[in-house]
């Protein structure tokens, strides 16, 4: 089996690049490993491994961005494995997927390989988008617009504090955002919404660095979950996401949540949209905005 490492050097603003230099000293077995140079080159990347049609590990070295490429790319592959060495200042992926903390996890790997077939959501149909972990509109997607441009989030994650980012934003965003009326239509039925701040489509539980936005997400069931947080008062949205790291904000009634393999969402005028943390400009009002479980799957290292 091939051993390919993808480095993203900005990863945790530079902690992933001084991380792998310290990783690759540990690391006794064949590899070859590249380093990304702009947005998209992983998934650029990947689709050349694609290509030569032999089973390959391929290991992101990275955060949630990276890692979204990697799996992007890899769907539908029969011969790729995917796995992760958290590199990032959230890391969402590694919370569920398959992370590697050493060189020796990966030789043990080597001595009996397989693999899992995992989910993969899907944002949009011409052109479309896959997500790993979650995409949302709405606040969540104002926040995490804010915290990757910020240079708050470079000083914290300079002391190991990135998390914290997030929850700096989320305060300061709350006086800021404009919220939104929404439209789910989901196999046949229709949701309307008022006085939205967020609507989040999510594979696996967590987001934002920890968050556990969607407790009941697995990546194994063929299903997406969506959860709307409507009708709050300023100050009640600080206490929901208070309990957002436990998942116990689902208790409180202005938070909505369902499952199920097709949705579409139609906002009334112009909000955020994320794709895994990333920003992905914003969504237009009155159009229809599709999700979907893909027919792709990828193959996670099973540890």
Known sequence: MDIVFIINPIAGNGTALKKW???????????????TRFSGHAFQLVE????????????????????????AAAA????????????????????????????????????NPKGQW??????????EQL?????????????????????????LNKFGLGKLAYLIFV??????????C????????????????????????????GMKISPHSSI?????????????????LLAVFGTVFSGSHTKFREVVQFSGKNFSFTVNHPVPRHVDGDDAGMVDAEKKLEFRVSAKQWQQAKL
């Open 118 to 127: 995992t989910d993969i959501g899907q944002s949009g149909i011409q052109p």
């Open 48 to 71: 050349q491994l694609k290509e030569r049609e032999r089973e390959t590990l391929v290991i992101g070295f990275g955060g949630d961005g990276t890692m979204r490429e990697v799996a």
């Open 182 to 209: 929404l439209t789910v239509e989901m196999d046949g039925s229709v949701y309307h919404y008022d006085d939205v701040w967020l609507a989040t489509v999510s594979n696996q539980p967590y987001f934002g660095g």
């Open 21 to 35: 230099r310290k990783f690759s000293k540990t690391v006794d077995f064949q590899h070859e490993h590249f380093v």
């Open 220 to 236: 194994y069931d063929g299903q997406l979950e969506v959860t709307v947080v409507h009708r709050l008062p300023r100050l009640k």
């Open 171 to 180: 305060v300061t965003s709350l006086f800021t955002f404009k919220r939104f």
């Open 131 to 155: 997500f790993a972990s979650s995409s949302g509109i709405g606040f969540d997607a104002a926040v995490a617009h804010a915290v990757n441009r910020s240079r708050i989030k470079q000083w």
């Open 76 to 111: 539908g592959s029969r011969h790729l494995y995917i796995a992760s060495v958290a590199g990032g200042s959230g890391n969402d992926f590694a919370r569920t997927f398959s992370c590697f903390s050493t060189a020796q996890e990966i030789s043990d790997f080597l001595t």
